[in-house]
């Protein structure tokens, strides 16, 4: 989720032309990719213990958890590093976020009508944060085109 | 709200980069100021006056019309 996030966030800096900045760059992508892919070994290694046979309840509770740290430092990364974008990169990704989380509610509500209709299978949780981050790249685009 | 941005900045000869680098925020900031997209708060509204060695008022206009001085 964080990865296309970032790359969202950085590609679209650049594809816009609308580079920030020297004063205004954050050098945070060293630490913040390499937290990445510790949580990205991390959620693999979970997953992967979670797929084995022979661990018992808790050990599997104390798998599907393991993610969570690392997660809440990413979290944390970016948290930090929206708070040093000036007002008006905040208020784009203020946009951005709140179209992201009204379509993706809009999706998921719709999709959930069809489920009852038995026109599609029953939605696999693990695709929403997809259509969160696709659609927040969406939101970004409009948002960041409205301002121009 | 208008604002007088860009024919200061013209009078300084600066670009919208070099007046974000001063002001410390985005070039998408100021262009989008300079366009009249996004009305800043006013700590960048004084930040961007000071810069041009103005006073706020000299800077952004209030156009509304529900406002008269008595």
Not at chain 2, 5 to 24: F, S
Request: proline letters at 4%; one cysteine or more.
């Amino acid at each position: 989720m964080y990865t296309l996030h970032f790359v969202l966030y950085e590609r679209l800096h650049a594809d816009l032309g609308l580079k920030m900045t020297r004063q205004n760059s954050i050098p945070l992508v060293g630490p913040l990719l390499g937290v990445l892919c510790l949580a990205s070994a991390i959620d693999i290694g979970a997953g992967w213990l979670l797929g084995r046979p022979g661990f018992g309840s808790h050990a599997r509770i104390l798998f599907a958890l393991l993610p969570i740290p690392a997660n809440l430092v990413l979290v944390t990364m970016i948290v930090r590093r929206i708070r040093r974008l000036d007002e008006f990169l905040r208020y784009v990704h203020l946009e951005a976020v709140a179209i992201a989380f009204l379509l993706t509610g809009l999706a998921v509500f719709v999709y959930g009508y069809l489920q009852k209709a038995q026109a599609v299978r029953p939605l696999n949780v693990g695709v929403v944060w997809i259509f969160m981050a696709a659609f927040y790249g969406l939101g970004y685009v409009i948002a960041a085109r409205h301002y121009r | 709200m208008k604002n007088r941005l860009r024919v200061l900045r013209a009078e300084k000869n600066w670009t919208q980069a070099e007046l974000a680098e001063i002001v410390g925020v985005s070039r998408q900031a100021v262009i989008a100021v300079e366009n009249g997209k996004y009305d800043p708060a006013l700590p960048l509204a004084f930040k961007l006056a000071r810069a041009f060695g103005k006073n706020v008022e000299e800077v952004f206009v209030w156009e509304d019309g529900s406002l008269h001085e008595g």
